[in-house]
């Protein structure tokens, strides 16, 4: 069986497929449009897989919460993020990313 899920975000994280309590992926669209609007990171208790799927997302990383690295995502590649993490699409841009975590996460916020 195949299964086709279009690509339509309506909301900023959308779960579009679950397995068996123990992964889902999602289509995520950052509310964010500057850094200056992020006002936390979250980091989760295991890896999230992130791939752009079209338009520009820069993700905020930091392993300690404080010191902030900005990675604009590139198309074709994919981002294993275990640190303390956020996003914003610069200007407003589009900017739409698949993303795929376990489903049992536990989520830990700092604010910045």
Known sequence: ?????????RQRWEVIFEE?????CGVYVPEHSARSEVKYLERHDAPELFLLIRGRIVLL??????SIVEKSM????????????NAY??????GVALVIE???IKTEYVKI
């Open 1 to 9: 069986m195949v299964r086709e899920i279009p690509i339509k975000p």
């Open 20 to 24: 068996n309590a123990r992964w889902r």
């Open 61 to 66: 990383l930091s392993r300690d919460g404080r």
């Open 74 to 85: 590139e198309e074709g590649k994919i981002y294993i993020v275990e640190e303390w993490h």
């Open 89 to 94: 699409r610069p200007g407003g841009c589009d």
């Open 102 to 104: 376990r489903m049992d």
